[in-house]
């Protein structure tokens, strides 16, 4: 028997019915956030996964007592560290919305940045702005070529996610709004990928007297 199996039983007994509707309707109690922590703490990546689907749904900062809270985010910190790559980056979505509890956020943020697993990547650019400094982007400058891409639909066009991404949160740090133009790359085997181009961002920085000089239309 599964760790998770307890959980699942609150939701009809499987994992097809498993939605954050079903979960939301469970009635809160302390038993069912032991039974969410004890699934946590499996060695079983698949009773880690349903736990931390449930987690998502329910746990928050305003909701967990003090105990409960402490546990929690030292599990998460270990899946982060420790945990198989498909469990690290719901670990650090957890972490990031827990972090006024976790005391060294800033550097765990600042590490997931370069990590070799772009879900946790997409995570650390989500909590990016709680911990930056004052006009800090130079962190971000790494997503400029991340190679991370998707498609926007179904068999549809493909984009370099993180790499617009990150210059969103590059102008919301900075506070401004850099002109926008679509630059392509071609794939081996023949598709491109689109993104949004980085040069206005380092446009930004050069000396104002440079700047009427540049005309992004012409590049």
Same mark, same amino acid.
């Given at each position: 028997?599964?760790?998770?199996?307890?959980?699942?039983?609150?939701?009809?007994?499987?994992? @097809?019915?498993?939605?954050?509707?079903?979960?939301?309707?469970?009635?809160?109690?302390?038993?069912?956030?032991?039974?969410?922590?004890?699934?946590?703490?499996?060695?079983?990546?698949?009773?880690?996964?349903?736990?931390?689907?449930?987690?998502?749904?329910?746990?928050?900062?305003?909701?967990?007592?003090?105990?409960?809270?402490?546990?929690?985010?030292?599990?998460?910190?270990?899946?982060?560290?420790?945990?198989?790559?498909?469990?690290?980056?719901?670990?650090?979505?957890?972490?990031?919305?827990?972090?006024?509890?976790?005391?060294?956020?800033?550097?765990?943020?600042?590490?997931?940045?370069?990590?070799?697993?772009?879900?946790?990547?997409?995570?650390?650019?989500?909590?990016?702005?709680?911990?930056?400094?004052?006009?800090?982007?130079?962190?971000?400058?790494?997503?400029?070529?991340?190679?991370?891409?998707?498609?926007?639909?179904?068999?549809?066009?493909?984009?370099?996610?993180?790499?617009?991404?990150?210059?969103?949160?590059?102008?919301?740090?900075?506070?401004?709004?850099?002109?926008?133009?679509?630059?392509?790359?071609?794939? @081996?085997?023949?598709?491109?990928?689109?993104?949004?181009?980085?040069? @206005?961002?380092?446009?930004?920085?050069?000396?104002?007297?440079?700047?009427?000089?540049?005309?992004?239309?012409?590049?």
């Amino acid at each position: 028997m599964r760790r998770s199996d307890k959980l699942l039983s609150r939701v009809g007994g499987s994992s @097809p019915f498993l939605s954050k509707e079903a979960i939301r309707k469970i009635p809160w109690s302390e038993e069912l956030a032991d039974e969410i922590q004890d699934a946590l703490e499996s060695p079983d990546v698949l009773d880690q996964k349903f736990a931390l689907f449930f987690a998502e749904t329910l746990f928050h900062p305003d909701v967990l007592d003090a105990a409960h809270e402490a546990r929690f985010v030292s599990r998460m910190t270990t899946l982060l560290d420790c945990g198989s790559d498909p469990v690290k980056p719901y670990a650090l979505r957890l972490l990031v919305r827990f972090h006024a509890r976790v005391v060294d956020f800033r550097e765990r943020v600042m590490k997931a940045l370069g990590s070799e697993e772009a879900g946790v990547r997409h995570e650390a650019l989500a909590g990016y702005e709680l911990c930056c400094k004052a006009k800090e982007v130079e962190p971000l400058e790494r997503f400029e070529h991340d190679p991370y891409y998707g498609e926007i639909a179904m068999g549809g066009p493909l984009r370099f996610d993180l790499r617009d991404e990150a210059l969103s949160v590059i102008e919301r740090v900075l506070g401004v709004g850099f002109t926008r133009f679509q630059k392509v790359e071609s794939l @081996p085997g023949g598709r491109n990928v689109a993104f949004w181009s980085w040069e @206005p961002y380092h446009r930004s920085k050069q000396p104002p007297w440079r700047k009427w000089f540049w005309n992004p239309f012409h590049r």
